[in-house]
């Protein structure tokens, strides 16, 4: 059930989702390489989408990305630039 939202739209749910899996993936090792690579491949779609318009849950998804254990160095990398980005978009419509 995760997984399939995880897959559904870019909503809070598929916050959840993400979330809920990123503590699966520190509880249990035997999953961690799954996790990582949904998580991975959700966020890589998010960001995507990103470049284009609005995606309202991509800084939290940036942040489950840096949360989730052994995640891929380049994604962590892309996390780090998207919450630098979503931080200075914050601080210039203030």
Do not use: C, Q
């Amino acid at each position: 059930m995760l997984v399939d939202l995880l897959r559904g739209v870019e909503d809070w749910a598929a916050d959840a989702a993400m979330n809920a899996l990123v503590v699966a993936a520190w509880t249990d090792p035997a999953v961690r390489d799954d996790v990582m690579n949904l998580v991975a491949r959700r966020f890589l779609d998010a960001a995507a989408a990103y470049r284009h318009r609005a995606v309202t849950t991509i800084g939290p998804m940036a942040h489950l990305v840096l949360a989730a254990p052994s995640m891929n160095a380049d994604v962590r990398d892309l996390a780090r630039e998207i919450i630098k980005r979503e931080e200075e978009d914050a601080r210039s419509a203030d």
